[in-house]
């Protein structure tokens, strides 16, 4: 068998028909056997697919003869070929679900007025140059970070991307509206977004790292500013950029190290939380302290 792969792509484009775009993309995956998750909006398209390499070498091929996917670029991870339990291709009021469809705007180029792209290099750069005043702010969903961040990063206090606009509207973070604030995410997407978000709200110098946490890992592993695991959405859960990854999260129950998210124990909870293997083994408890009115975004890809 060939090695199993899986593909992380964005793509900001106006995109007349997605319902087309969708029909097209469901076809190819099945084609070629792929599977994993893609939305398709009226800006752009967001995908993670898993598949045998020669496959989704194709599939890259094919998908970039659409020209506004040419500058797609495609990150690439290791597989097991089971990531994915199916093929999902879906249409969308907004490629990230941040409940601002009418501030994000898109031309050939991908989203207008964003923050400038950095290269992972460029990152490091900035840092040398700037020192201290340097902020990392954390993109993601607040759990995302207790495996995996930047060090001495900024972690919001959210649950799904819905609640960005509030959370920096909030006054929390204006002491930063001066300082050179570097957002990141897993590959990128939801940093075009929040950057815009950011800018648009007064702050004056906002960074995006070109290719997320995925290309900076690629770049300097576990040698750079970054710490930890990197939590995926998919059935690994997580990923390691070294054999000498730190484990920076803390079992919920014993507090030993983890990094393994798992659902809590009690049934009627969906909240995935930090569990060692032994007190995962405990039997299933009645009652915990989670809020169960809390969501996650279930569609996240990047
Ligand atoms: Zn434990
Ligand atoms: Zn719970």
């Not at 993670?48 to 020669?54: A, L």
């Not at 009418?102 to 207008?112: N, T």
């Not at 983890?258 to 659902?263: A, D, E, G, T, V």
Request: charged share 30%; with cysteine; hydrophobic share 35%.
């Amino acid at each position: 068998m060939n090695p199993q792969k899986v593909l992380l792509y964005y793509g900001f484009t106006p995109i007349a028909d997605p319902v087309a775009i969708q029909l097209w993309q469901k076809n190819l995956c099945e084609a070629l056997n792929l599977k994993g998750r893609i939305l398709i909006s009226p800006t752009g398209i967001n995908g993670t697919v898993g598949g045998d390499i020669d496959d989704l070498r194709k599939y890259v091929k094919y998908t970039k003869k659409y020209p506004g996917f040419k500058k797609i670029g495609f990150k690439w991870s290791q597989g097991t070929g089971n990531e994915f339990p199916k093929l999902y291709v879906a249409v969308k009021k907004e490629l990230v679900a941040f409940d601002n469809p009418d501030e994000i705007k898109v031309d050939e180029k991908g989203v207008v007025g964003g923050g400038q792209h950095l290269r992972p290099e460029q990152v490091h750069e900035l840092v040398k140059e700037r020192g201290d005043d340097v902020v990392f702010f954390d993109g993601r969903n607040q759990f995302e970070a207790k495996i995996g961040k930047f060090k001495n990063a900024i972690v919001p206090d959210v649950d799904t991307s819905r609640d960005f606009v509030r959370e920096i509207e909030s006054g929390k973070y204006d002491h930063l509206k001066e300082k050179p604030v570097v957002t990141y995410c897993t590959g990128g997407i939801r940093c075009e977004i929040l950057s815009v978000v950011m800018k648009n709200r007064g702050f004056k110098e906002v960074y995006q790292i070109d290719g997320g946490i995925v290309k900076y890992g690629e770049k300097f592993a576990d040698d750079g500013l970054w710490e930890g695991s990197l939590y995926t959405f998919d059935s690994r859960m997580a990923i390691d950029f070294s054999t000498k990854t730190k484990v920076i999260g803390e079992c919920e129950i014993c507090q030993a190290p983890s990094k393994i998210f798992r659902n809590c124990r009690t049934k009627t909870c969906h909240e995935l939380i930090l569990l060692c293997d032994s007190c995962n083994d405990l039997p299933a408890s009645s009652k915990c302290t989670h809020d169960p009115s809390k969501v996650r975004d279930s569609e996240m890809v990047g």
